[in-house]
Every structure is written in C-alpha cells, then in structure tokens.
C-alpha cells in the first residue's frame, strides 16, 4: 500500500494534547549553575535547583523543544494531512497510531502509512491521531546547543540575584531580551 497525500486538502489539526516523560539528565546541573553564579557554599542548593528547574523549563517553552531526550506522546482529535509535530527536534518516531471515532486504533507503518520530513509528519488520513516519539538534541548536556545552555544559566543568575529584589518592570524585559538573543535562532515556529 502506498501512501496517498492529499496536498490540496486543508484539514486543521484539531485538539492537540502532549505528555512527555522526563529527560533522565539535567540540561544544567544544581553544580553547573552554582558555578556560573560564583556561589560556593550549600545552604541554597535547593533554591538554585528549583530556579534551574523553572529557567529550563521557560527556555523549553520559548522554544518549543525538547533538550534533552525524552519521550512525547502528541494526541489530535483530528489532524489534516500534515501534521507539524509539536516539540522538536525529533530523534526517532515509536508510533504513529489513528484513532477512528469509535476509538479504535491502527497504527501506521514509516513509508506506507505516513512520512516525517522536516519534523512535519504527512499522514494518509484524518483522523484522530496519536504519535510516540523521541524528541531532543541528545541524550547529554553537551548535546544541547551552548546559546541554549548559557541562557539557562544567565535566566538562574538573573533570579538568584534577584530573589529578594522589587521586580520591575523593564529589568524583566531587558532580561527577556537578552535571553532572546541567545535563543531565537532555535525557536521552532511549526503551526501545531
């Protein structure tokens, strides 16, 4: 059976919902981040590891990407022909499963039942669907583009420095740009 795509026919994605499981390595360390901060004692060990947490976290979602690897299952209610996967970069497909609307499911075989070109996966029918897969840069730190990293540890600094400040205003912004400096060429701009 050879896959049939329908170029001309725009359905919209319908309905995406994502879970992801959790990379099994930190992109920065509670370590990493104490020392870009120059802290050298222990008692707010458990701040800055909450503020790495926080600052990966913000990072990923400007981006919209996975750093390190992990495993993202994306659901559709209904999906056109060409679905843009929501996290990237994609490292490798699990599954790819329709889901009819009585809720029966069939999974889809790679070159038959759907292609993934560009992190954008072209599927023979739409449906609801559900896809499995491994998306990051790697599965270490060091796979994780340096810009990515340094904002990580500058937004940990900006609010360890600041955790007792007033905050105003235009210093956020001036650190959101700042931040978007190092970053936006890794932004995934893919219509999901």
Known sequence: MSLSIKPTTQIPNKGLRASFTLPATPVVTTADAKIYARVDFSEDDDLIEALVESATH????????CLINQT?????????????LPYVPVSSITEVVVVNDEGSETELTLNSGYYLRNEM???????GLKVTYVSGYGTASTDVPKPIVTAIKRLVLALYDRRDDEVQETNIEQLELNLMALISPYINYNQY
Do not use: H, I, M
């Open 58 to 65: 913000w990072v990923q979602k400007k981006l919209n990407r």
């Open 72 to 84: 993202v299952v994306a659901e559709w209610d209904s999906v056109g022909y060409e679905v843009p």
């Open 121 to 127: 996966l072209k599927v023979s029918t739409a449906l």
